[in-house]
Every structure is written in C-alpha cells, then in structure tokens.
C-alpha cells in the first residue's frame, strides 16, 4: 500500500540543519541579524503574498457552485468542493510581463512550487496545507500540458500562459505562445518555468516521498526527458536535412524545435538563449538523476556561453544581455542585436533588463552550491561589484544596464532582489546589510514579479536553500 506521507522530511528551516549540506560556501550574515531572525523574515515575506491571494484556484475544478457563488467564496471554501481534484496557480496577473487576461504563466508556477516545498512545514505560520497546496499547483502543470506533439507523444512540459477571459469565477483556459509558429496548436512552453517546476519535483520527493498518491520523481524524470528533447540544443534537433551540430545550450521553449520548421528558418529559433534560463545547479541535479543524457554538456556549453559574453567587456562588468546569440560558424555567443522594430521580447533584449536580472539569484546560487566556478572571476565577482559601484551601494537604486555598466531603466525591485543573493555570496557587510534592509520588511508593490523574486532571494541568502542531490 502507498504511504500518503504528508510530515516533510526537511522542514522549513533548513539552514544551520545537519541533512543541508548543499552549501559550499558559507553565506555572509548581516550584522546583528540571528538565523532565526533571518528564518522570520522568509516566512513574513511569503506570507505576505498568501494573504494578497497570490495563490489561487482556478475555478474550472470548484465543483457544485455558480460563478456568482465562487466569486464570493474563500480559498478553503473552493478547495473544500473537489479536495482531490482542485487546481492551484502562483498568479502573474499585474506587473512586469502580465498581458491582458493573464492568470499566471509557467514561470511564475515554478516560483510557487519552489517556494512551497522549501517553506514546508510552516504550515501552521502561514495559515494553510502546504503538501495540499503544491499538489494543487502539481495537477496544473499536469492537466495545462504543452500542446507541442512531435510523434504524437503527450508532452509533460507546461504551456507558458494561462488566461480568463470570461471574467471572475470562471474557469482558466490556454493562451497561444506570442512568437506563434504555425503548428503551435495551442500553447506551448517556456523553458524557465519548466526547469524550476521539474527541480521541485525532485525536491518534493526528497520532502514528501514519491510513494504516495504522486510520484514526484517519475513525473520529473520526464519532464528532465522532454527538456533535453525539445529545450536544449541537442542530438534531437540534429536532422539529415540540416546537418546542425548540436550544441547543449538551452533554448527558449519547445517551440523552437527545428522538426517544427524549415531549416532555412531555424537560426532566429534555436540559436537563441535567455540568460535568466541558466540555471546551472538545476543543470547539476538533473545530471545526477538523469543517466540517459549528458547534462554536463549543457553545463559546460552555459559556462562558456557567459563566458564568452563577458570576455568582450573592457572593463569587465559581468552584465549579461537578457537574450544572447549562437555563432555556429566560429562557434561563439554574442548579445543580440535588438531595436525597437525587430526584437524577441523588447528592444533592451542585448542590455541587461527584466530577463538577464534574475542572474545574480541564478548565478549566485550556483556559486555557493558549487564552491567554485569557472565564472568566477569573469563574471560573478564583476557582476557583483558592478551593481554594487552603480547603484553607490544603495539596493534602492539598482536598476537595468547597458552592457558597460551605464543604468539604463529606473530602479525596482525586481532589479534589485535578485542581487541580494550575490551580496551574501561575496558582498562586504555594508551591502550586505542593505540589501537585507531592503529585502527583509518590502511591501507588496503590485508587481508580483519583483515580489516572488525577493521570497526566493531570500530564502538563498538565508542559507534555506537546498538540492534534492549531492553533487
């Protein structure tokens, strides 16, 4: 018989916990701060964004009740109408990057599901059924599927968008990706929001077991499968037609795929990487778990992607473009040429903007997960030291930049809480200290966004974070 083990194995908090051994490197502490203070200041944060409704159900799995009733009704009171059926989402409806009618989007699911795992055990804190509620968030990366079919295999990766376009109290529906190819069907993925939701999968089995009503691990491994299918520039894409050799670098999503178009067409899609998707200890754990393919190819083509980006800047600034791109012929990466007319996401694609600002979290982590990279000195140490010289050392002005260090948007949070986790890593006490200020008490400021980036901030400079494996 499954055991429905709901007692986490490593509860929320596990830093200065014997079973977390995932630091290499000893985070900076801000002066006169406890651990239990810092511990305080996570739970404080996330509970913040529950009590501001940032979970939620869709109303499509509430069961017996008009759209009026729902409408009026509480979380519990909608989950108590189908306890074992109801989907959760992490919302991004305001903010940066939220589109008319949108309810979340799979980047935003990662976030939920890596939050809730780590902070598991605090349920009693933060007022809800933390298992229940990642189970919830689990049914939706299961059931809004990515419609991409390559050999009419069902993916286990998520569509990037979720809409209500009928209004309040109705049920949630899928969203056609914005770059659109013809065979699109509708909705498909964006890889970011995949890796974070398959790493806490592998999380959750550590937490909770995979010998319950879900098997955690399964699920994962084949999302892992289906990322190196369709996300990473691998063997899969290598044709007889086009004769590409493969690369290992991770592309935007899997509808990039090259069995989606003609090869004359594929450099605009599979040339292409987001920095913010280089998440290297992600990268690490899933070599661990997966034996069926090579991810230390994809961790040593990251490594020299940002590298390379960084070896054309005199000064060395660490700023790394949000969208850079792949030389095939001297086998080389470069930011992208973005204007205003012809461009991914925005013109600011080749600056460091709304992507490329959540690398020092990325980076950041991987560095005190690993001990020693081989970005240190060209990247990670400059980055740092670029943020903090820009912004005089004050959090509360860091902002975008262009690739020589020159601010290039106004400040905000999102901006600024990711660089919280390289200040611990590598800051003085002073920026430390203000980035902790800055971070530890911040007030909900209508950008879900730059909020769920200081709760994950957070939790890495507090030492919270862990790996589901031991590199």
């Known amino acids: 018989m499954k055991n429905d083990n709901t007692k986490p194995r490593r509860p929320f908090p596990q830093a200065l916990s014997p079973e977390n051994k995932s630091y290499k490197v000893t985070t900076l502490k801000p002066t006169g701060v406890s651990q239990e203070e810092m511990n305080e200041a996570v739970i404080r944060q996330f509970k913040k964004l529950v009590d501001n409704g940032d979970i939620t159900i869709d109303p499509g799995t509430v069961t017996g009740c008009t759209q009026e009733q729902i409408v009026k009704m509480t979380l519990n009171e909608m989950t108590a109408t189908n306890p074992d059926g109801f989907r959760m989402v992490m919302r991004h409806n305001t903010g940066g990057g939220a589109s008319d009618m949108q309810v979340t989007t799979s980047e935003s699911m990662g976030y939920g599901m890596l939050m809730l795992v780590i902070l598991a055990g605090q349920d009693h804190a933060l007022g809800l059924d933390i298992k229940a509620y990642f189970d919830g968030m689990f049914r939706s990366l299961m059931y809004w599927d990515s419609q991409i079919r390559i050999e009419g295999r069902k993916s286990h990766l998520m569509l990037w968008q979720l809409v209500q376009p009928d209004g309040p109290g109705t049920p949630y529906k899928r969203h056609v990706h914005v770059h659109k190819p013809e065979n699109d069907g509708n909705g498909s993925c964006a890889t970011d929001g995949d890796l974070d939701m398959a790493y806490a999968l592998l999380l959750a089995d550590k ?89 230390q190819k994809v961790i040593d083509a990251t490594y020299k992607c940002i590298n390379d980006l960084c070896s054309m800047q005199n000064p060395p600034t660490g700023i790394l473009p949000d969208f850079a791109t792949f030389n095939r012929k001297t086998k080389t990466w470069s930011p992208v040429p973005a204007t205003e007319e012809n461009h991914w996401e925005s013109q600011w694609d080749g600056e460091y903007s709304a992507n490329a600002c959540r690398t020092p979290w990325r980076l950041g ?99 919270n974070y862990w790996s589901p494996v031991d590199w």
């Open 207 to 295: 937490q909770w077991g995979s010998d319950g009503k879900y098997n955690y691990f399964e699920y994962a491994l084949a999302m892992i499968h289906d990322l190196w299918e369709f996300c990473i520039d691998s063997e899969s894409e290598k044709l007889e037609q086009n004769n590409i050799e493969p690369n290992y670098h991770v592309k935007g999503g899997d509808w990039t795929s090259l069995r989606l178009h003609s090869a004359s067409g594929y450099g605009m899609m599979i040339d292409i990487t987001r920095t913010s998707d280089h998440m290297l200890d992600h990268f690490k754990a899933f070599k661990a778990v997966d034996t069926s393919h090579d991810w």
């Open 365 to 463: 982590t991987d560095y005190l997960l690993s001990g020693k990279t081989s970005i240190d000195s060209s990247c990670i140490k400059p980055l740092n030291e670029t943020i903090r010289k820009k912004s005089g050392g004050d959090f509360n002005n860091i902002s975008g930049y262009s690739l020589n260090g020159k601010p290039n948007d106004e400040p905000d949070n999102y901006y600024a809480n990711p660089a919280l986790v390289l200040a611990a890593a590598l800051g003085d006490t002073k920026w430390l200290d203000d980035g902790w200020n800055y971070a530890k008490n911040q007030e909900w400021q209508d950008d879900q966004y730059g909020s769920y980036l200081n709760v994950l901030a957070l939790i890495v400079a507090s030492g």
